[in-house]
């Protein structure tokens, strides 16, 4: 571990400057939590590359800087629509910078009992929905695992503040889809902020929801904690995007309770900053449910992104269904850990993962870890790792269509990536991420035209 | 249009064409027949230009050009299509797309302008209807999860976007029932005109009921052994195979 105490760094500073006006926001279990979570924090420091759950990441580019606590910045409608996910049509909160954005928010007539807005707001009515769930789902105390490390959700909760609450009470469909977005614009130099969001559908509920970190300027650190609470039944489409600013550093995790009979889908899409990290953590604590893991991951450059991935069934007779995919060229190094729990009573446990890498450079690197502990006895687990080059016979058969070779090595690694993206089922979000992928590879692969589409 | 002589072709060491000539005027369609491991797929393979077959001698002309020469792309290009036997799955690009990226590179190389997205649609539509397929079928992912049947009625709604000057078929009514065959049959014949060659590589003669050939050649272990009319396929219905290594045999 990195020493913070020893030597004064910007993320232990800045707590004693901010401890007061923090302590004046939401009911004084939050204060509680923040205490605890900056000891817990400042005992354990920065992780290294000597901590197992961080082995091939180098957060260096943490230690070394200094960032200031985060303030608001002034992005008005038009930036927003003129970002790639600015014409998604759904229920959208915003935060710049950390802090509710009403402006760049949208008022929508709701269904009785639900709430989509900002914590601060949503404490009003559900206070003890919030106290009951925030911090309970994202903790890994109790569970199987010998090297946890919940760092950057004790120095997410340490600076809790604000982010976004979806609350869906029993037995509620959402049409529109939810649209959370954070944005960030470090225009006087790096800030860090510390966006957290809370998601909680009750029995029988059914929400599709994108969350998006979406950079806007400069350089900065996201810390970003999200929490998801199922009921029985419950079902969510939970899409993540994160496009941030490429000298930028992201790390977030999504921690996931799943009722039974439940289904959760997450569908992560990573595009963006010098290093990304983003921990899925899913506990499975009732019988029948299903869990779909969607990864998609782009680098270039000299970028990390590294997935971490955990899914603890602790009961039987649930399934889940595991597909990671990431696309690397020059330098960029990716890192994929998939950790499957099956706990003694989980029997009838079905579990497939699968992770596949396709590496366009020589000196682009993926460290691929697949982990599977069962300790229970009628289960299947399956795990499957490929790092490769295109399939000849595809890129033949674009070819022999009259696609010149590079345009259709272009086009499969696009397609590799875009498998990922049909997983979603918003038609004008998934449409949205394809154009991303593609500008995003764009710039790298010699891709056919896509205008008109 | 096309002419091959003397072609020899091997894979590995395995030599598998042992002297192919065949020629194929403009509007005519001609049938390859052979038992399985005569080199048919090879010889479909080899004018499309896969990879993995080493051309040891001989020549391969679409129209006086040399097509040994030319890398895949370009032989699309020059207007040959390969309807594939076993047609390829590829998730994450739609038909439109993967079409409209195919017609308009052809169409580049060739010196004509590109496709608007309008004008691509409504090029399309026409053929959609023409193989009797559903639209829905458009936006979906290249070949995924279709039927054996849904993906050769595929390889020939593809072959009538682009539009080549010589189809090649290969083994494409393996796997089809007799209806999905006949609509794969009548989306051919719609595509035969005096400008157009075509070249079916069957092991049965079922399809030849659909797609009456002017010519039937019998490939037999890297050469062709036989050629005739359309009877020559009836022939071979009735006697199976057998009866042209005896032919052969008899002339030795």
Same mark, same amino acid.
């Given at each position: 571990m990195i020493d913070l105490k020893s030597t004064p760094h910007s993320l232990i500073e800045n707590f004693s400057l901010?401890?007061?006006?923090?302590?004046?926001?939401?009911?004084?279990?939050?204060?509680?939590?923040?205490?605890?979570?900056?000891?817990?924090?400042?005992?354990?420091? @920065?992780? +290294? *590359?000597?901590? #197992?759950?961080?082995? !091939? =990441?180098?957060?260096?580019? %943490?230690? &070394? /800087?200094? $960032?200031?606590?985060?303030?608001?910045a002034t992005i008005d409608r038009y930036q927003v629509e003129q970002t790639a996910v600015g014409q998604v049509d759904a229920i959208t909160v915003t935060f710049v910078n950390g802090e509710y954005a009403p402006e760049l928010s949208s008022a929508h007539l709701l269904p009785k009992g639900v709430f989509i807005g900002s914590i601060r707001d949503g404490l009003a009515a559900h206070e003890?929905?919030?106290?009951?769930?925030?911090?309970?789902?994202?903790?890994?105390?109790?569970? @199987?695992? +010998? *090297?946890?490390? #919940?760092?950057?959700? !004790? =120095?997410?909760?340490?600076? %809790?503040? &604000? /982010?976004? $609450?979806?609350?869906?009470?029993k037995g509620v469909s959402l049409e529109l889809p939810v649209h959370i977005l954070y944005l960030t614009s470090a225009d006087h130099g790096p800030l860090v902020s510390f966006p957290r969001t809370l998601i909680v559908l009750e029995e029988n509920s059914d929400a599709k929801v994108l969350e998006t970190y979406l950079g806007i300027e400069g350089v900065y650190f996201t810390n970003a904690v999200t929490e998801v609470f199922l009921g029985e039944s419950a079902i969510l489409e939970h899409?993540?995007?994160?496009?941030?600013?490429?000298?930028?550093?992201?790390?977030?995790?999504?921690?996931?309770?799943?009722?039974?009979?439940?289904?959760?889908?997450?569908?992560?899409?990573?595009?963006?900053?010098?290093?990304?990290?983003?921990?899925?953590?899913?506990?499975?604590?009732?019988?029948?449910?299903?869990?779909?893991?969607?990864?998609?991951?782009?680098?270039?450059?000299?970028?990390?992104?590294?997935?971490?991935?955990?899914?603890?069934?602790?009961?039987?007779?649930?399934n889940s269904f595991e597909v990671y995919k990431t696309i690397l060229g020059d330098h960029a190094l990716g890192v994929f850990n998939g950790?499957?729990?099956?706990?003694?009573?989980?029997?009838?446990?079905?579990?497939?993962?699968?992770?596949?890498?396709?590496?366009?450079?020589?000196?682009?690197?993926?460290?691929?870890?697949?982990?599977?502990?069962?300790?229970?006895?009628?289960?299947?687990?399956?795990?499957?790792?490929?790092?490769?080059?295109?399939?000849?016979?595809?890129?033949?058969?674009?070819?022999?269509r009259g696609i010149?070779?590079?345009?259709?090595?272009?086009?499969?690694?696009?397609?590799?990536?875009?498998?990922?993206?049909?997983?979603?089922t918003i038609p004008t979000v998934r449409d949205i991420l394809?154009?991303?992928?593609?500008?995003?590879?764009?710039?790298?692969?010699?891709?056919?035209?896509?205008?008109?589409? | 249009?096309?002419?091959?002589?003397?072609?020899?072709?091997?894979?590995?060491?395995?030599?598998?064409?042992?002297?192919?000539?065949?020629?194929?005027?403009?509007?005519?369609?001609?049938?390859?027949?052979g038992p399985n491991g005569s080199g048919k797929s090879t010889l479909a393979s080899v004018i499309a230009g896969k990879s993995g077959y080493e051309v040891t001698s001989g020549s391969v002309e679409l129209n006086g050009l040399d097509l040994l020469e030319m890398e895949p792309a370009e032989r699309a290009a020059a207007g040959v299509f390969l309807a594939f036997q076993y047609p390829v799955e590829i998730p994450g690009v739609t038909n439109t797309y993967f079409l409209r990226a195919a017609l308009n590179n052809i169409r580049r190389?060739?010196?004509?302008?590109?496709?608007?997205?309008?004008?691509?649609?409504?090029?399309?539509?026409?053929?959609?209807?023409?193989?009797?397929?559903?639209?829905?079928?458009?936006?979906?992912?290249?070949?995924?999860?279709?039927?054996?049947?849904?993906?050769?009625?595929?390889?020939?709604?593809?072959?009538?976007?682009?539009?080549?000057?010589?189809?090649?078929l290969d083994e494409t009514d393996s796997g089809l029932d007799i209806d999905a065959l006949k609509v794969v049959a009548n989306g051919v014949n719609a595509l035969r005109s005096p400008d157009r060659a075509i070249v079916v590589v069957t092991h049965y003669q079922r399809l030849l009921n659909y797609i009456v050939p002017d010519y039937v050649h019998i490939l037999m272990d890297g050469r062709i052994v036989k050629s005739g009319g359309k009877e020559l396929a009836f022939e071979l219905e009735e006697k199976g195979y057998g009866f042209v290594e005896e032919e052969l045999a008899s002339k030795a």
């Amino acid at each position: 571990m990195i020493d913070l105490k020893s030597t004064p760094h910007s993320l232990i500073e800045n707590f004693s400057l901010m401890k007061g006006l923090l302590s004046t926001y939401g009911p004084d279990s939050f204060q509680v939590l923040r205490e605890q979570a900056f000891r817990s924090f400042s005992e354990f420091g @920065l992780p +290294t *590359t000597k901590d #197992e759950e961080f082995k !091939y =990441l180098s957060l260096k580019a %943490l230690e &070394d /800087g200094r $960032f200031a606590p985060a303030y608001g910045a002034t992005i008005d409608r038009y930036q927003v629509e003129q970002t790639a996910v600015g014409q998604v049509d759904a229920i959208t909160v915003t935060f710049v910078n950390g802090e509710y954005a009403p402006e760049l928010s949208s008022a929508h007539l709701l269904p009785k009992g639900v709430f989509i807005g900002s914590i601060r707001d949503g404490l009003a009515a559900h206070e003890g929905s919030i106290v009951r769930h925030l911090g309970e789902i994202a903790t890994l105390k109790g569970k @199987l695992g +010998t *090297t946890n490390d #919940e760092r950057f959700v !004790y =120095l997410n909760t340490a600076y %809790l503040t &604000d /982010g976004a $609450f979806v609350y869906l009470p029993k037995g509620v469909s959402l049409e529109l889809p939810v649209h959370i977005l954070y944005l960030t614009s470090a225009d006087h130099g790096p800030l860090v902020s510390f966006p957290r969001t809370l998601i909680v559908l009750e029995e029988n509920s059914d929400a599709k929801v994108l969350e998006t970190y979406l950079g806007i300027e400069g350089v900065y650190f996201t810390n970003a904690v999200t929490e998801v609470f199922l009921g029985e039944s419950a079902i969510l489409e939970h899409t993540r995007f994160q496009d941030e600013q490429i000298e930028s550093v992201h790390i977030g995790v999504n921690a996931v309770h799943q009722g039974a009979d439940s289904i959760y889908t997450s569908n992560n899409v990573t595009f963006g900053a010098r290093i990304a990290r983003n921990d899925v953590n899913v506990w499975l604590d009732g019988e029948h449910t299903e869990t779909w893991l969607n990864g998609a991951s782009v680098g270039f450059g000299h970028q990390a992104i590294d997935n971490h991935t955990r899914i603890d069934h602790a009961k039987p007779n649930c399934n889940s269904f595991e597909v990671y995919k990431t696309i690397l060229g020059d330098h960029a190094l990716g890192v994929f850990n998939g950790k499957i729990f099956v706990y003694e009573d989980a029997q009838k446990t079905d579990a497939k993962q699968t992770n596949k890498a396709i590496l366009l450079s020589p000196t682009a690197t993926i460290n691929t870890k697949p982990q599977l502990e069962i300790f229970a006895d009628d289960v299947k687990c399956t795990h499957g790792a490929t790092i490769g080059q295109l399939r000849e016979e595809s890129l033949f058969y674009l070819q022999s269509r009259g696609i010149p070779k590079p345009e259709a090595q272009g086009l499969l690694v696009y397609a590799f990536a875009a498998e990922v993206l049909e997983k979603i089922t918003i038609p004008t979000v998934r449409d949205i991420l394809e154009k991303a992928l593609f500008e995003k590879l764009k710039e790298s692969q010699k891709l056919p035209d896509q205008d008109g589409e | 249009m096309l002419e091959i002589k003397n072609l020899h072709a091997r894979v590995e060491d395995k030599e598998i064409l042992r002297g192919i000539d065949l020629s194929v005027k403009a509007g005519e369609t001609h049938a390859i027949m052979g038992p399985n491991g005569s080199g048919k797929s090879t010889l479909a393979s080899v004018i499309a230009g896969k990879s993995g077959y080493e051309v040891t001698s001989g020549s391969v002309e679409l129209n006086g050009l040399d097509l040994l020469e030319m890398e895949p792309a370009e032989r699309a290009a020059a207007g040959v299509f390969l309807a594939f036997q076993y047609p390829v799955e590829i998730p994450g690009v739609t038909n439109t797309y993967f079409l409209r990226a195919a017609l308009n590179n052809i169409r580049r190389s060739r010196g004509e302008h590109e496709l608007s997205m309008s004008d691509f649609m409504k090029h399309i539509k026409s053929k959609v209807l023409l193989m009797d397929m559903e639209n829905s079928l458009l936006s979906r992912s290249v070949n995924e999860g279709f039927s054996g049947g849904e993906k050769k009625r595929n390889e020939i709604f593809q072959m009538a976007v682009l539009e080549p000057s010589l189809a090649v078929l290969d083994e494409t009514d393996s796997g089809l029932d007799i209806d999905a065959l006949k609509v794969v049959a009548n989306g051919v014949n719609a595509l035969r005109s005096p400008d157009r060659a075509i070249v079916v590589v069957t092991h049965y003669q079922r399809l030849l009921n659909y797609i009456v050939p002017d010519y039937v050649h019998i490939l037999m272990d890297g050469r062709i052994v036989k050629s005739g009319g359309k009877e020559l396929a009836f022939e071979l219905e009735e006697k199976g195979y057998g009866f042209v290594e005896e032919e052969l045999a008899s002339k030795a």
